[in-house]
């Protein structure tokens, strides 16, 4: 409204700015206050421009609000650097008390210590000096002792007692001094309280002085910001108003010519609508005029729909009764569909309760059937069970039947040797000897000898070779009776170790955490059980034919490295009689004697010196057929490659005797048992049918003997009896009566 | 007596709304039998144990027959009840029990003087502890308390006792019995006096001369004050721990004996703080600590697990104390460290500084009015240069001159934590004055440097003044607005070659 008068206002309020600029922080700076007042400068000349501006144009209110608003800024940033200024001049005011105290503190300590110092020195001087005094009193006592003269030694004594008295008076005035000396300090003391008594109630005189100089000046501080920012507060207002006149009176002239426009246009309006009536209304009768003629036009077209209508009304009607008709059938059929429908689903719901009951039925069958099944497994079982009772029974019967008869049977063969024995030597007068025949030794039901299967030999072997180590020789030909003959047990055993050693990933990790517990030997075995499944090994034969391909390989080997080895001639010789031992059958003979040559051997290396000790190794490696030191370890995987490849054909072969395992073979047992009847041979029999026929001959004729014999016998008797008889009758004495006696007749046989 | 007014509240229910402005001013009042003209309206009114009150009487507001007739209405059953509870809270305190408002009504009505025991666990009121703590003391600085009247009224409580105890003559109970009740308040123990045991043949020695000083040191175990230990373990949440071991106001009573810190009160004092796990602050002020009992009490606190603040200041601790001092430095988490006013020397200040230059916890360190002389000065300059936390360092009083300030000044621009420093009271001299503002005119950070009564000339004076200035303005701006650091700070470093 009044802009000269505002402008005004704040003319002043820059002046009191700067007044108060000189007044208030310029106290002690020169750079802050130029600074200070050339901003002032600053703002004053815009301010000019601005009132040159509000006078012609508006400015735009961006720049002026920013003035305006660093104008309170400034004010509040120079209240807020006034009163820190206050703040650290009060403070430091107040201060100055405590630094003071302390400059004095430190002051008086240092007058303290030279105080101190000079007391000291003045004691210690003090000390010496009645130290002498002292010294030299009690050296005129020892002169005084020498005085003979009594006025002497009476003014010896009084200068003596002059000279105590001197010695005390100086301590007496060394004590006094000192004395004094703590009254002044007392004093000061006292003064001491005083003054800092003083210092303290100056300290809240000033505290309190600043507390209120601070709080008025705050306030004051305050009371410019406020007006500050009133008369910011006004002059915005005021500007705002000016604003909004100017935009009011603009607002005016626009409403004035919006409503001319409007006018304006509003006549125009009137014009065309006037036009378009006139327009409108001869259009309209043309129109009115042509809609007439169409009415005519439809009315004719209605009257023909009509008649089309009525004639189309009875067809429909009668096409209305047919189809009636023809629902009513419709009906008919629908009911008896649907009658046929609800037999239907009788029919489905019987079938399907029967389906339920089938299946029923047959689950319960199901379930009978498999309890039933069931139960016959169990009696299966139990008939197995039975069945390997009895089987193991049967056997045992079948071997005490088996006993039994052999038993009578050879009784019989016995009884028949016997014969045939006493046949041949009490008739035929020949040499016999009991005809030597297997199966007279043979006890007990045959059976084919069961093949061992290598783990067995394995045991053996193992077992076997850990005795060796105790009794070397002479348990070796024992041991090998049932071995096979093709290699000795300890290179079996060498070789074995070494497959073992060196073919561990054959076996399962597994195991081998479980073998770690074992001891040596069972771990081996354990081991090399494991290997030989993995390899395929199972039997004696599997077994002997891999140590057999070892040494054969060896052996090839040895001969291809002959030309370049040293003892080359040693080793020629080694592979040949590998090749010997290995191709024919070396015999136990053989084998025992190698062994007692090695024991021999071995006795002389061991009287022997070292010089024996080689050959005894030659021999060794000689017996020993394939010291494992020959074959290296790296070969082994190769041989052991070889040899699986070899042995895999054969093992095909294998599993259909293994089935047959426990069926008893009964093939030789008739052949057995025949020749068991056999015993005495064919030619033997036709032998004993001719000595029978002799015999019987002989018989005959001896029968024929016998007879005569017989009759002789009679006719003796009878002859005794007659000549009995005739004696009677000689002797008779009819006789005597008798004129010849009948004796004379013939002679007495006198016999 | 309480059945009417519960019954006549039942049957008057649409009167109640009336009723309760009056009833507020009958028991305020007591009898306020004013009311009853400002009622307009005839509504009948409940009289008070009277059988024969009809509906006639009802109908009235004034009878005048009778003589007893008062509107003053029996007050309600929760009041009487409040009042009840208040009365006998002593021997009956009802308290949790009630519902929140009526627990607001008892506590205001509760008399300040009840017997600690009752309200020490029960009440945590602060407005009630307000009323006692204002009752007891016409001075009270709750702010210095954590803001808790209850935490400020036991441990005033607990001060004052303490300062009155008289080993030997007061019962130890006393304070042991205030133990169970306010240890989980007293967080601080300020005691400003110990009282030494009484003996009574000596109030006549003692206005003989100071001899009686040196023969209360023959008699040294007799003067013990009073063990803290017993209290402090019991006290589970004691952070700050300000002792001293001397008799306010003696006056020219003054004797030397009272001022005894006793080595068993040392060793036991040491024995205590080390039990204390809680201490965060420990002052042991004005009680003549010299060396060896600095040594036992600072070996106590070694590798402390809380304390933050030690206060040595104003006693006799020497070189010996100061490099003790320097070795608890090491062993702790310490933040301020205070020997104001001791005889630390040169070797003590070296020790210190030898401490200082790794030490990364010490914040504040005051070693004024102490003699560490120019040597101590250097070494503590030298330490500032690889320090990297200290940010109050106060040197007044300390014999320093220029070497120290030469080296100061060499290492105050390379110094990025420092904010106060004091060198008032020595001797700087010009040279050395012209050499600080040197190095201050490189500094950005001190905002406080006092060479006050150091012979400084008055120009230098004034130009360390305005850099001081000029830094505090960056730091405020740094201050006002942390999302804008780098600018201010270049606009500082434009204004500073101007200002």
Same mark, same amino acid.
């Given at each position: 409204m009044n802009p000269s008068g505002n402008i005004g206002v704040i003319d002043q309020n820059g002046e009191e700015h700067l007044a108060t600029a000189i007044h208030g922080p310029s106290v002690h700076s020169d750079n802050p206050q130029e600074r200070i007042q050339a901003r002032r400068l600053r703002i004053a000349a815009r301010q000019e421009s601005r009132r040159r501006e509000a006078l012609g144009e508006y400015l735009d209110g961006k720049k002026e609000n920013e003035e305006e608003q660093s104008k309170s800024y400034k004010q509040k940033e120079e209240s807020r650097l006034k009163l820190t200024k206050l703040l650290l001049c009060g403070t430091e005011l107040v201060t100055n008390i405590q630094v003071a105290t302390d400059i004095r503190e430190i002051h008086r300590?240092?007058?303290?210590?030279?105080i101190k110092r000079q007391r000291l020195e003045k004691?210690?001087?003090?000390?010496?000096?009645?130290?002498?005094?002292?010294?030299?009193?009690?050296?005129?006592?020892e002169e005084g002792r020498q005085k003979r003269i009594p006025q002497e030694l009476w003014e010896m004594l009084n200068t003596q007692q002059v000279h105590c008295a001197g010695l005390i008076e100086d301590k007496n005035k060394l004590i006094s001094e000192l004395q004094q000396e703590l009254k002044i300090k007392d004093d000061q003391y006292v003064k001491d309280l005083k003054k800092q008594s003083d210092d303290i109630s100056l300290l809240l005189e000033r505290m309190e002085e600043q507390v209120k100089n601070a709080m008025k000046n705050f306030r004051q501080e305050l009371n410019h910001i406020e007006k500050a920012f009133e008369l910011e507060r006004q002059e915005l207002l005021s500007s705002n108003k000016k604003k909004w006149e100017r935009a009011l009176q603009a607002h005016n002239a626009k409403e004035l010519e919006y409503l001319i426009t409007r006018m304006k246009k509003v006549e125009d309006y009137e014009k065309q609508l006037n036009k378009q009536r006139a327009w409108d209304?001869?259009?309209?009768?043309?129109?009115?005029?042509?809609?007439?003629?169409?009415?005519?036009?439809?009315?004719?077209?209605?009257?023909?729909?009509?008649?089309?209508?009525?004639l189309n009304q009875e067809k429909l009607e009668y096409n209305f009764q047919v189809l009636k008709k023809r629902d009513e059938e419709s009906t008919v059929i629908k009911s008896q569909q649907k009658r046929k429908l609800n037999r239907l689903h009788d029919v489905l719901n019987n079938l399907r309760s029967k389906y339920a009951k089938q299946i029923k039925q047959f689950q319960e069958e199901n379930q009978s059937l498999t309890s039933d099944y069931k139960r016959l497994v169990g009696q299966f079982k139990e008939l197995q069970r039975a069945m390997r009772h009895f089987t193991i029974i049967d056997a045992e019967k079948f071997r005490d039947i088996w006993l039994m008869n052999e038993e009578e049977a050879k009784a019989l063969a016995q009884r028949a040797f016997d014969v045939d024995c006493v046949i041949n030597v009490q008739h035929l007068g020949l040499p016999w000897k009991i005809p030597d025949f297997w199966f007279l030794k043979n006890v007990g039901p045959i059976s084919l000898q069961q093949r061992k299967s290598a783990a067995q030999i394995l045991e053996e072997l193992l077992l076997q070779t850990e005795e060796d180590g105790t009794e070397e020789a002479m348990s070796e030909d024992e041991s090998y009776l049932d071995l096979p003959e093709q290699v000795s047990a300890k290179t079996t055993k060498r070789i074995l170790m070494l497959l073992c050693d060196e073919s561990g990933f054959l076996i399962e990790s597994k195991?081998?955490?479980?073998?770690?517990?074992?001891?040596?030997?069972?771990?081996?075995?354990?081991?090399?059980?494991?290997?030989?499944?993995?390899?395929?090994?199972?039997?004696?034969?599997?077994?002997?034919?891999?140590?057999?391909?070892?040494?054969?390989?060896?052996?090839?080997?040895?001969?291809?490295a002959k030309s370049t080895s040293v003892n080359t001639e040693r080793t020629s010789l080694m592979s040949a009689l590998e090749c010997l031992s290995m191709l024919s059958q070396v015999d136990r003979k053989s084998l025992v004697s190698k062994s007692e040559v090695e024991s021999i051997v071995e006795q002389e290396a061991l009287q022997g010196g070292d010089y024996e000790r080689l050959a005894d190794r030659e021999l060794r490696e000689k017996e020993g057929l394939s010291s494992p030191r020959l074959i290296h370890p790296n070969d082994v995987l190769k041989i052991l490659e070889a040899f699986v490849m070899g042995l895999k054909k054969p093992k095909d072969v294998r599993p259909v005797p293994r089935v047959k395992k426990d069926v008893r073979d009964n093939s030789r047992d008739s052949e057995y048992w025949a020749s068991l009847a056999m015993v005495i041979p064919a030619s033997k029999q036709s032998l004993w049918d001719a000595l029978y026929k002799a015999l019987e001959k002989y018989y005959l004729v001896l029968t024929q003997r016998a007879k005569l014999l017989?009759?002789?016998?009679?006719?003796?008797?009878? +002859? &005794? $009896?007659? @000549?009995?008889?005739?004696? %009677?009758?000689?002797?008779?004495?009819? +006789? &005597? $009566?008798? @004129?010849?006696?009948?004796? %004379?007749?013939?002679?007495?046989?006198?016999? | 007596?309480?059945?009417?007014?519960?019954?006549?509240?039942?049957?008057?229910?649409?009167?109640?709304?009336?009723?309760?402005?009056?009833?507020?001013?009958?028991?305020?009042?007591?009898?306020?039998?004013?009311?009853?003209?400002?009622?307009?309206?005839?509504?009948p009114t409940p009289v008070h144990l009277k059988p024969k009150t009809t509906n006639a009487r009802r109908m009235r507001r004034i009878i005048s027959e009778d003589a007893e007739w008062s509107l003053a209405i029996v007050p309600l059953l929760t009041e009487l009840c409040i009042q009840h509870i208040v009365k006998n809270f002593q021997n009956n305190p009802i308290l949790k029990q009630l519902l929140p408002e009526h627990q607001q009504k008892v506590l205001s009505h509760l008399p300040h003087d009840l017997p600690l025991t009752v309200t020490a666990n029960l009440i945590d009121d602060e407005n009630y502890w307000h009323r006692c703590c204002i009752k007891r003391w016409s001075v009270c600085h709750v702010a210095k308390h954590g803001g808790s009247w209850k935490r400020m009224f036991f441990e005033r409580h607990l001060e004052n006792l303490l300062k009155l105890f008289i080993p030997g003559t007061t019962d130890p109970n006393v304070i042991l019995d205030l133990l169970p009740l306010c240890r989980n308040y007293v967080r601080r123990i300020q005691v400003d006096q110990f009282l030494p045991p009484v003996r009574l043949p000596t109030p006549p020695q003692a206005d003989e001369q100071s001899d009686s000083g040196s023969e209360g040191e023959g008699s040294e175990p007799e003067k013990d004050h009073y063990q803290l230990e017993s209290l402090v373990a019991g006290l589970k949440h004691l952070e700050e721990l300000d002792l001293v071991y001397g008799v306010k106001d003696?006056?020219?009573?003054?004797?030397?004996?009272?001022?005894?810190?006793?080595?068993?009160?040392?060793?036991?004092?040491?024995?205590?703080?080390?039990?204390?796990?809680?201490?965060?602050?420990?002052?042991?002020?004005?009680?003549?600590?010299?060396?060896?009992?600095?040594?036992?009490?600072?070996?106590?606190?070694?590798?402390?697990?809380?304390?933050?603040?030690?206060?040595?200041?104003?006693?006799?601790?020497?070189?010996r104390g100061a490099r003790a001092a320097a070795k608890l430095l090491s062993h702790s988490r310490l933040r301020v460290l205070n020997l104001a006013n001791n005889q630390v020397r040169a070797p003590g200040a070296q020790s210190l500084a030898h401490a200082l230059a790794h030490n990364t916890n010490l914040v504040s360190l005051n070693l004024h009015l102490n003699c560490i002389e120019d040597e101590g000065g250097q070494a503590i300059a030298h330490a500032l240069e690889t320090n990297k936390c200290l940010t109050t360092l106060h040197l007044g009083g300390n014999e320093l001159s220029e070497p120290t300030a030469t080296l100061l000044s060499q290492v105050l621009p390379v110094n990025t934590t420092l904010i106060n420093l004091n060198l008032s009271c020595n001797h700087i001299g010009l040279d050395g004055g012209k050499q600080l503002l040197e190095g201050m005119s490189d500094n950005k950070t001190i905002l406080e440097f006092d060479l006050r009564l150091s012979d400084?000339?008055?120009?230098?004076?004034?130009?360390?003044?305005?850099?001081?200035?000029?830094?505090?303005?960056?730091?405020?701006?740094?201050?006002?607005?942390?999302?804008?650091?780098?600018?201010?700070?270049?606009n500082n470093s434009h204004e500073n070659p101007v200002g």
């Open positions: 300590r240092v007058e303290e210590e030279e004691l210690e001087n003090e000390v010496k000096t009645s130290q002498d005094k002292f010294d030299e009193i009690t050296a005129k006592w209304c001869e259009e309209y009768n043309t129109i009115k005029i042509k809609l007439e003629r169409d009415v005519q036009i439809l009315e004719q077209q209605l009257q023909q729909m009509k008649a089309t209508y009525q195991l081998l955490s479980l073998l770690l517990p074992l001891e040596k030997s069972e771990c081996y075995l354990l081991r090399l059980d494991a290997i030989f499944s993995a390899l395929g090994i199972e039997s004696e034969d599997d077994l002997y034919k891999m140590v057999n391909f070892f040494l054969r390989y060896r052996a090839h080997r040895l001969s291809s017989m009759e002789n016998d009679s006719l003796e008797q009878q +002859n &005794a $009896e007659m @000549q009995s008889l005739l004696q %009677q009758y000689l002797q008779a004495k009819v +006789n &005597a $009566e008798l @004129q010849i006696p009948p004796t %004379q007749g013939f002679r007495l046989p006198t016999k | 007596m309480q059945d009417s007014p519960a019954a006549a509240s039942g049957s008057k229910s649409q009167n109640q709304s009336t009723f309760n402005v009056q009833r507020q001013t009958s028991t305020a009042g007591g009898a306020g039998s004013g009311a009853p003209p400002l009622k307009t309206t005839p509504n003696c006056g020219m009573n003054f004797e030397w004996n009272l001022f005894l810190f006793t080595f068993r009160d040392c060793h036991s004092l040491a024995a205590t703080i080390r039990a204390c796990h809680t201490l965060k602050v420990f002052r042991l002020t004005r009680s003549k600590v010299d060396d060896d009992k600095a040594r036992i009490l600072i070996r106590s606190l070694l590798d402390h697990p809380a304390l933050e603040e030690l206060d040595l200041s104003h006693n006799l601790i020497g070189d400084v000339s008055q120009e230098s004076e004034y130009l360390i003044g305005q850099a001081l200035h000029a830094n505090r303005e960056a730091a405020r701006q740094r201050t006002l607005s942390p999302g804008y650091f780098m600018t201010p700070i270049t």
